[in-house]
Nanobody
Framework: QVQLVESGGGLVQAGGSLRLSCAASGGRISSYFMGWFRQTPGKEREFVAAISTSGGSTHYADSLKGRFSISRDNAKNTVYLQMNSLRPEDTAVYYC?????????????????WGQGTQVTVSS
């Protein structure tokens, strides 16, 4: 069973950048389609980005295209989320997830393993 641990969250001013990391253990992420989601209190967990097993294909929530970038380093067993031009509305807990399939990658129900999340707070 894969364990996922996110890091890199924190407090940043609007317009700033953060890079989140998701380190895996207990298995090789090269076998998994990987995704990032985020959640704010009282709201559903929402899709942010996803990446294919090889990293050759990436997908983003429409509202985040151009500001966020997902990547992976299978040799390091790690997935990244580069977040630029951050806005206060990006404030959320960000979760990393692994899926056996690339079907419905935008749905949280498609993912099999989740990290504990890392808080990102963007001040205005």
């Amino acid at each position: 069973q894969v364990q996922l641990v996110e890091s890199g969250g924190g407090l940043v001013q609007a317009g700033g950048s953060l890079r989140l990391s998701c380190a895996a253990s207990g298995g090789r992420i090269s076998s998994y389609f990987m995704g990032w989601f985020r959640q704010t209190p009282g709201k559903e967990r929402e899709f942010v980005a996803a990446i294919s097993t090889s990293g050759g294909s990436t997908h983003y929530a429409d509202s985040l295209k151009g500001r966020f970038s997902i990547s992976r380093d299978n040799a390091k067993n790690t997935v990244y989320l580069q977040m630029n031009s951050l806005r206060p509305e990006d404030t959320a807990v960000y979760y990393c997830a692994a899926s056996f399939t690339n079907i419905n990658y935008g749905r949280k129900e498609s993912y099999n393993y989740w990290g504990q999340g890392t808080q990102v707070t963007v001040s205005s």
